[in-house]
């Protein structure tokens, strides 16, 4: 899997959403190898996408075509500002990965010097992870070559997220979680309160 992460300041949030419903509708049964999206709009007015296809060459097919040149020239108008585009190949899917029946998603961000072990981290505690939190059901981790990495983690709803968020940490966990928060080092929270879902249409 490859996932490309788009973000940006949004000016128009109406215009975005109807563009993103458009781009559903019309320009997605094209979209060879597309799996996917999630995104959404923070609080502080930062939109972030994660969008899902199955490898890198996909992706770019998708930017290189016409129709879509044109969505995004008319999607950009919705920014204040210009978008930035990450692109990430190596990409972990725990506890199943994302899920459309999502309430609410978090999405955090930034570098670590082990990626390969931040992915080993967060798949060792997984399935401990939804026993004790059974509101989590599913994440993905999709970091770039330099080291830079965004996480989403995909919620039941936003109150069961806040009721759990404070529960204590057994011992045979702690020394994991210890582990990650140290790879993940200093993170940005964007809180999706009602994230877009959207998977590909199964022909």
């Known amino acids: 899997m490859f996932i490309q992460v788009i973000q940006g ?12 419903d458009r781009w559903t509708e019309e320009l997605q049964p094209g979209a060879t190898g597309y799996l996917g999206f999630t995104c959404g709009t ?3 007015g930062t939109f972030i996408m994660l969008a899902r296809f199955e490898s890198a060459d996909a992706a770019r097919r998708n930017s290189e075509r016409p129709e879509q040149g044109a ?3 008319e999607t ?3 920014f204040d500002g210009p978008c930035t585009f990450m692109d990430c190949p190596d990409v972990t899917e725990w506890m199943g990965g994302g899920s ?13 010097p082990d990626a390969g072990r931040l992915r080993d981290v ?3 505690a997984g399935d401990q992870v939804h026993r004790l939190r059974p509101e989590i ?15 989403a983690v995909y919620f039941t709803s936003e109150s069961d997220a806040r009721t759990h968020e404070k529960v204590e940490i057994p011992d045979d966990l702690r020394s994991l979680f210890e582990e990650e928060r140290k790879l993940m080092g200093e993170v940005s929270y964007h809180d ?3 994230p877009m879902l959207v998977s590909a249409r199964r022909k």
Do not use: N, P
């Open 9 to 20: 300041k949004v000016a128009d949030e109406a215009g975005l959403r109807r563009c993103m």
């Open 42 to 44: 923070s609080d502080d």
């Open 71 to 73: 969505w995004w020239a």
């Open 76 to 78: 950009e108008r919705c």
């Open 100 to 112: 459309d029946d999502a309430g609410f998603v978090q999405v955090m961000e930034g570098h670590t």
């Open 122 to 124: 967060l798949t060792q």
């Open 137 to 151: 059901i599913g994440g993905t981790l999709a970091a770039d070559a330099d080291g830079d990495y965004v996480e």
């Open 192 to 194: 999706l309160h009602e």
